[in-house]
């Protein structure tokens, strides 16, 4: 499965773009539509500046690598709204999280809900505008309009 153009512009609407380095709210170097990282394997530090265009490029080529990762069986929308979240978070605590262990074992969990709004928080603190993506999220995952 690969992520539809719902992830993508779920994604985008959420992150926004940012052509030249910044600080985000978890205190990383980040830059163009949330990228911490190049895909050479460089950290994206401060001073850094791309274009659109690289900005498209290095979205596309984490979602398509990363997205090969999530191994549950979901429909497109569930597996959309988990590339979101794990956009966000990272593989690796996405593939370590409850949430994924209750996708793996029943898609369908209403639960499930209730494990995409506990990641509200960065550097820390709860987030407003990570609890109104989690919901967004969570409502894409258990929209059943395919």
Not at 30 to 40: D, F, K, R
Not at 43 to 52: H, L, S
């Amino acid at each position: 499965m690969t992520p539809s153009q719902k992830a993508i512009d779920l994604i985008k609407k959420w992150e926004g773009i940012k052509l030249t380095a910044y600080k985000c709210s978890a205190g990383r170097w980040t830059i163009g539509y949330g990228s911490t990282m190049y895909i050479n394997g460089d950290k994206v530090k401060e001073g850094d500046k791309i274009t659109k265009e690289k900005a498209e490029e290095l979205l596309m080529w984490f979602l398509t690598k990363k997205s090969l990762l999530i191994r549950a069986s979901v429909n497109q929308n569930q597996f959309d709204a988990l590339c979101s979240l794990m956009y966000n978070i990272g593989i690796g605590a996405l593939l370590d999280s409850i949430l994924y262990k209750k996708v793996r074992i029943n898609p369908n969990d209403k639960d499930i809900r209730n494990e995409f709004m506990r990641w509200k928080f960065a550097g820390g603190k709860i987030v407003q505008g990570l609890l109104n993506r989690r919901k967004e999220e969570a409502d894409l995952y258990f929209n059943t309009n395919l």
